[in-house]
């Protein structure tokens, strides 16, 4: 028999957070599962276009420009070091692995990029080198960033589609996919399936990384989650592929304690409670198969809500409640509130360039 359990709605808020910066209409770009090989164990799809399309998303970011003006010069920095403008130009991202490492991830981007700016750019990376494969140049070079370093290999398959990975080998695996030299994920492979109109992150798996710090997912064997908003509804569709039916258990007392949590911090709040009991978790044998569907106008409504609180905490424990005329922060019209990345940017930006520095 199924086995029912609410799950608390987190899902506007990780909505939000997934480059929430997107708030230009292009047209729709979905998974293309023609990009992922047959034998790839995981895959992750972010549609920026979707983003675009998605009542939420463009709330939230409205949201932040006004209560955030520097947001908008941070992402005007931002276009001119990677050559392109995220809020319009970026249509989505597709990673994969053959294997769980995520290390040896494969990472497809389409966007409409300035190529021979980014050429340039990464031609003066640390150990730059470059490869060929066929008609196709590879750039490798190495990535300088703290505990984040390492190899990074890229190419353009074309000039809105480039390739990123840690090795040659997987980027000239990864342009052959695309080429249609090696067999992409079709028909029935556990890879396989129809996208949701409107899906903004999808995720799937046949594999799970057996050095995940998630409890719940150590005990499964593969997953598919779907995360967006289409025609005014926001929806979260998730399931679980379980290593026993008492895995899959497990699974529901997580969800009750995540409602109850829910309950205790917007038990009092009637819109919120109604979000959280608008999901349900069903449970057949070793499957946990989750749904969850909201108006995004009401989703909306909770979003915003724990914005105000969150924006009130931030400027108590900060100390300076943002400009004295307007209340917001970085506006200019009160230093205290400008944002940390811009303060001396003036004097920084009449100093001499260094060569490292692109």
Request: net charge positive.
């Amino acid at each position: 028999m199924p086995r029912f359990a609410p799950l608390p709605a987190r899902v506007a808020v990780l909505a939000v957070a997934m480059l929430a910066s997107a708030a230009v209409p292009l047209a729709a770009a979905p998974l293309d599962l023609t990009a992922v090989p047959a034998d790839a164990k995981w895959l992750m799809h972010v549609d920026m276009d979707a983003a675009r399309d998605s009542v939420v998303v463009q709330r939230a970011w409205e949201r932040v420009l006004k209560m955030h003006p520097h947001a908008g010069g941070m992402m005007d920095m931002v276009t001119r070091m990677a050559g392109m403008d995220p809020r319009k130009d970026l249509r989505d991202a597709t990673a994969y692995g053959r294997d769980t490492d995520k290390r040896n991830g494969v990472m497809i981007v389409r966007a409409k990029a300035n190529r021979e700016f980014l050429t340039r750019m990464v031609e003066k990376a640390a150990d730059h080198k470059t490869m060929k494969h066929g008609d196709y140049t590879l750039h490798a070079w190495t990535h300088k960033r703290g505990r984040h370093s390492g190899p990074v290999v890229g190419a353009f398959h074309k000039d809105d589609v480039m390739v990123f990975a840690r090795t040659e080998a997987a980027v000239t695996a990864a342009l052959d996919v695309l080429d249609g030299r090696q067999a992409a994920v079709t028909g029935d492979a556990p890879l396989a399936g129809r996208v949701r109109p409107g899906s903004i992150m999808v995720a799937r798996a046949t594999a799970v990384d057996p050095d995940t710090k998630c409890p719940v997912l150590k005990q499964g064997k593969g997953f598919r989650v779907a995360l967006g908003e289409h025609e005014g509804k926001s929806f979260y569709r998730a399931r679980l592929e379980m290593a026993s039916p008492a895995a899959a258990d497990d699974v529901v007392d997580v969800v009750k304690g995540f409602t109850a949590l829910a309950s205790l911090r917007w038990g009092g709040e009637a819109d919120a409670m109604k979000l959280v009991d608008a999901a349900k978790t069903v449970v057949e044998g070793d499957t946990c198969t989750i749904s969850w569907d909201a108006d995004a106008e009401d989703v909306w409504k909770v979003v915003e809500r724990a914005a105000d609180s969150w924006e009130k905490r931030h400027r108590g424990r900060r100390g300076d409640g943002g400009c004295p005329a307007c209340g917001k922060d970085g506006c200019g019209g009160c230093g205290k509130g400008e944002c940390p990345m811009m303060k001396g940017g003036k004097a920084e930006a009449e100093k001499p360039l260094r060569d490292e520095e692109f």
